[in-house]
């Protein structure tokens, strides 16, 4: 089975850039959650969607972050403009009902903020 | 704030040791997850731990769940250098989304 995944990898923008990065859940997963892991810190949630509705977005910054799973599929994290502070692993997960709270994580987008 | 607390924060040790380490919370988990994750990747799930007082194995690995459901425990025997990387415990307060600890980091020294 093909686990989450994730592109691009890595990426250094300069601050007040724009960054988009993209998640293919595992098959027939229905939740997807996009965490954002600063280093030396455990991830915290951004936002978290059932199907191609938000269930939790309340740790996404709005005023410059956005997320869609337009097809309940894979899904696309905007960040416009970057701060330093932005700097951080952008893990995305998955989850199907019946897992219990267990998540399923792809290697991350290492994005770096100069 | 529901909070998830590891400790400690870093550990380094010599191959062939022995470590516990902690993670604790004043809520109720109905679960608790263990996770690894390796420089550069993302974390892995190790175990699920679901009833009070639960004791788990994983090879070298020993996992505990404390008997109220707010703490628990990862310990290792005769640690491996393929043993280090970040330990994170994550779990679901009751009626609450899934929270990480801040994690513990772990280096084994050859």
């Known amino acids: 089975e093909a686990g989450v995944a994730q592109s691009p990898r890595y990426k250094i923008i300069e601050k007040r850039q724009s960054v988009a990065f993209w998640c293919n859940p595992i098959s027939g997963h229905a939740t997807l959650y996009w965490y954002q892991q600063i280093l030396g810190q455990g991830p915290k949630l951004l936002i978290q969607f059932q199907n191609n509705g938000v269930v939790d977005d309340s740790q996404l910054p709005k005023d410059r972050f956005s997320a869609e799973r337009l097809k309940g599929v894979d899904s696309t994290l905007k960040i416009q403009p970057a701060k330093l502070e932005d700097s951080a692993v952008y893990l995305c997960?998955?989850?199907?009902?019946?897992?219990?709270?267990?998540?399923?994580f792809g290697e991350g987008s290492w994005l770096t903020v100069v | 704030t529901q909070l998830l607390e590891q400790s400690p924060q870093f550990l380094s040790i010599q191959e062939g040791e022995n470590l516990t380490v902690y993670c604790n919370s004043s809520s109720v988990f109905s679960s608790l997850q263990w996770y690894r994750q390796e420089p550069g990747e993302g974390p892995v799930l190790l175990v699920t731990?679901?009833?009070?007082?639960e004791v788990k194995k994983l090879k070298r690995l020993t996992f505990q769940f404390g008997d109220a459901r707010k703490d628990s425990s990862l310990h290792i025997t005769a640690a491996q250098p393929g043993d280090t990387g970040l330990y994170l415990c994550a779990g679901a307060p009751r009626g609450f989304k899934t929270i990480f600890g801040a994690g513990t980091r772990l280096f084994v020294k050859a």
């Open positions: 731990v679901v009833t009070g007082g």
């Open positions: 997960a998955s989850s199907f009902e019946g897992s219990g709270n267990t998540i399923y």
